[in-house]
């Protein structure tokens, strides 16, 4: 257990930090994907045709492509987007973008589109008769939708939510290839200065399972929460 | 979009989707044994066999399939009586490292699947088998499986999907396979948009026949 050891002699410390960064990482990752599954939420529900079609591309696309793929994309095509935009804006020097902005968009991005199809089907399985209700009640829209609409939407969503979570949470171990500091690559760097591979990797591994199941612990306890009315 | 340089890079991409295919449908296969296997370890009344099978699949469920990878291929070769053994043999090969790695991932994915299709069966139809005096190889065999493959199909392709998906891997254990070698031409060239457009759409084009093959078979098993 030497090697775990906090301070100079072990690698507890550093594999610490390296798991906060992978929460962090995939924090990041899943609120851009919520961000992202809105809109296109929105566009598989909305009315308009080429709209449903953008939506079902996004979702096609990234569900359907490797992880691995779309990380190298990002990995090494982003800093070239970044500096063509800014040149549009006049800026024409080298930009590189860090890795934790790459790592948390490549992974928010596919995870956007899990999370597309599951509030596309947790809106649609909200019944219709609410919404003539609360009209009826003569509720505001904004109050329909923050008092009536969201609330039940969670609580359907809530399990598939979880999934998600824990599909990002587990697809941040692929960052590693990018070279930002994450439990993968802690492990990789602490496995070749110590020459003990199964160790470390068996160790990322138990992080991994901690992470995961804490997740569940916590999900489990927020669905409870919000099915208190049922 | 540069034509000549898709047309330049589209053979080698092409070839090394075959070690994709060939790395998909090897760990399927080897995965539907060990998924029915775990299945049946998880409903059986054993309760050593119970949690065998509940721990296996919570493993390797509840960890990326990068570290199943590295654990088998890094790490078991530091193993003193793995190396002396004849499982060096194949264990030195990142080609069967990764095989092996992807069978048990699946197989954890698919024990669940199959376990919960085993579980919707409906009694009144074990009931009836029993009335008509069927054996229990027969009941397994005639009603059982044929019920559980139908009730498993959806579930199964989205398990297909993402072991396709999850083969990518293999190109962190020095494998070439499709996404292997588009990470290889990408950083030789740095042209990332027009690679990843044609290797994704044979990604795509590869799921597309998974979900119409499912779709066929989900007919083809149908109570209809």
Known sequence: MGLLAFGDTGWGDELFFATLMTIAVAGAAIFIGFFLAAIFASFKLSKIKILNWIGSFYTTVFRGVPELLVIYLFFFGGSGAVMYVAKIFGYDGYIEVNAFITGAFSIGIISGAYSTEVFRGAVQSINKGQFEASEVLGFKKKIYYYKVIIPQMLRLALPNISNVWQITLKDTSLISVTGLVEIMRMSYIAAGSTRDPLFFYSFAAVLYLFLTFLSMKLFNKLEQHYSKGY | ?224
């Open chain 2, 1 to 224: 979009m540069d034509l000549d340089f898709i047309s330049e890079h589209f053979p080698r991409l092409l070839k090394a989707t075959k070690l994709t295919i060939e790395l998909t449908s090897l760990s399927l296969l080897f995965g539907i044994f060990v998924g029915v296997f775990f299945a049946i370890l998880r409903v059986s009344e054993n309760k050593i066999l119970f949690f065998i099978s509940y721990y296996y699949s919570y493993i390797f469920r509840g960890t990326p399939l990068l570290v199943q990878i590295f654990i088998i291929y890094f790490g078991l070769g530091q193993v003193e009586w793995i190396r002396e053994s004849f499982l060096w043999i194949f264990l030195k090969e990142p080609y069967s490292c990764a095989i092996l790695a992807f069978t048990l991932n699946t197989g954890a994915y698919s024990s669940e699947i199959f376990r919960s299709a085993f579980e919707t069966i409906n009694k009144g139809i074990l009931e009836a088998a029993e009335g008509l005096g069927l054996n229990k190889i027969h009941t397994f065999f005639k009603i059982k499986l044929p019920i559980a493959i139908r009730q498993s199909l959806p579930a199964y392709g989205n398990e297909m999907i993402l072991m396709l998906k999850g083969t990518s891997l293999a190109s962190t254990v020095t494998l070439l396979d499709l996404t292997g070698v588009a990470k290889h031409i990408i950083s030789t060239t740095f042209r990332p948009v027009e690679v990843f457009i044609v290797a994704g759409s044979i990604y795509l084009i590869m799921t597309f026949i998974i979900h119409n093959l499912i779709k066929f078979l989900e007919k083809k098993f149908g109570y209809q």
